[in-house]
C-alpha cells in the first residue's frame, strides 16, 4: 500500500515543483515506485522541469473524468527506472477536478505505487482542496522570506483542519552568506516560528536553475541542491541523515570538504 | 551570531502576521482578547499582569499564569 505525499506551500514560486520533480526522481532511484502527479490545472509545469513535455498526451482531467484509462495518461521516465508522471490540463476550468475524484484516484494508485507525489497549484482553493483531498501526509515548501513563511504557516493551519497529520517541512533557498550577516532567517529562526518537524534544508543553487533549463531534476547531480533532495528522500523512507552544511554551498572547495553538520 | 540587521525586523513582523493569521484579526485584537482573558480569570484565580501570557498557536490558544509552569 502506497503513501501520498502532497507537497504544497501556499505562496507560488517557492520551489513545489521542483521538488516534486526531485523528491519523485530521488525517491525512484532508492528503488520506489513512484508516480508524480500535476494538479495545478490550468497551469501544467511539472511535465516542463521534467523535461517530458513533448510526451504528454493525456491528463489529469482526461483520467478523472473518464476521457481514458490511468494507465494511458502516465508517462514512464526513461531516465529513471520506476517513475511515471501524470500530467495536468491546460484547461481553464479550474473545477473539472473534485476532491472526490482525486480521492479516488490516489486510492486506486496506492494499491500500484509506494509513492504518490502531488505538486499542488499555488493558493488556498479548490486546487488545494483537490490536492489535499487524498494525502496521507505532507511536505511545506517555504524559503526564508517573511511572506512565504507566513502562508506556510496558513497552509499549516489548513492541513492540520483536514486531519493531515503528519506535516514536515522544506526551507529551500537558504543563502548562508545572508544568514551570516544577519540579513536571511536562518534554519532555527523559521522553524521556531512554523513548529512542525523540518524534513529539508536546501541552498539557494544556480545547478536547479541549470536543472529546470535542461528539464533535467538535479538528484543524481554533483551539487549541493542535489545532496539535499537525496537526503530529503532518504528521511521519508525514515532514514536519520545529518544535515549538510550549507556554509560550504561554494566553489570547488565545497565539493571536497563534505563537511556535514548536525543542524 | 550577529543578528542585528534585518532578520530581527522580519521576525517581528512575522510573528505579529502569524498570529493575526491565526485568530483571523488585527493585532490589535490579539490585546482585547488578553485583556478580557486576564479580567475574566482574574475574578477566580489570583492574577498580577506580569505573570499573565497569553500564547496564541495554530491549534490552541495557551495561558499562562506564574507558578504553573513546570
Not at chain 1, 533557498?173 to 512554523?194: A, H, Q, Y
Amino acid at each position: 500500500m502506497g503513501e501520498v505525499i502532497v507537497i504544497t506551500s501556499g505562496k507560488g514560486g517557492v520551489g513545489k515543483t521542483t521538488t516534486t520533480a526531485n523528491v519523485g526522481a530521488g525517491l525512484s532511484k532508492l528503488g520506489k515506485k513512484v508516480v508524480i502527479i500535476d494538479t495545478d490545472l490550468g497551469l501544467r509545469n511539472l511535465d516542463v522541469v521534467m523535461g517530458m513535455e513533448n510526451l504528454v498526451v493525456y491528463n489529469l482531467v482526461d483520467v478523472v473524468t473518464g476521457g481514458c484509462r490511468l494507465k494511458q495518461a502516465l508517462i514512464r521516465d526513461s531516465r529513471y527506472e520506476n517513475l511515471y508522471l501524470l500530467p495536468s490540463a491546460q484547461t481553464k476550468d479550474k473545477s473539472a477536478v473534485s476532491p472526490e475524484q482525486m480521492k479516488k484516484l490516489t486510492s486506486e494508485l496506492k494499491e500500484e505505487f509506494d509513492y504518490i507525489l502531488l505538486d499542488c497549484p499555488a493558493g488556498i482553493e479548490q486546487g488545494f482542496q483537490n490536492a489535499i483531498a487524498g494525502a496521507d501526509r505532507a511536505l511545506v515548501v517555504t524559503t526564508p522570506e517573511v511572506s512565504s513563511i507566513r502562508d506556510a504557516d496558513r497552509i499549516i493551519g489548513l492541513l492540520e483542519q483536514n486531519q493531515i497529520r503528519k506535516i514536515d517541512l522544506i526551507i529551500n533557498r537558504i543563502r548562508m552568506d545572508m544568514v551570516k550577516r544577519g540579513d536571511m532567517m536562518s534554519v532555527d529562526d523559521v522553524t521556531e516560528i512554523l513548529s512542525v518537524p523540518l524534513i529539508g534544508i536546501l541552498p539557494d543553487d544556480e545547478q536547479v536553475v541549470i536543472g529546470t533549463n535542461q528539464g533535467e531534476p538535479v538528484i543524481g547531480l554533483d551539487s549541493t541542491a542535489g545532496k539535499g533532495y537525496l537526503n530529503i528522500c532518504k528521511r521519508i523512507l525514515g532514514l536519520e541523515v545529518p544535515y549538510i552544511n550549507l556554509d560550504t554551498g561554494k566553489g570547488f572547495f565545497s565539493r571536497i570538504s563534505h563537511a556535514f553538520k548536525k543542524n | 551570531m550577529l543578528k542585528s540587521s534585518s532578520v530581527s525586523i522580519a521576525k517581528n513582523r512575522l510573528r505579529a502576521l502569524v498570529v493575526s493569521d491565526r485568530v483571523q484579526c488585527t493585532p490589535s485584537v490579539y490585546d482585547h482578547i488578553c485583556r478580557d482573558l486576564y479580567q475574566t480569570l482574574s475574578k477566580y484565580v489570583e492574577l498580577t499582569e506580569d505573570d499573565f501570557q497569553v500564547e496564541i498557536n495554530r491549534s490552541q490558544i495557551v495561558i499562562r499564569i506564574a507558578g504553573e509552569e513546570t
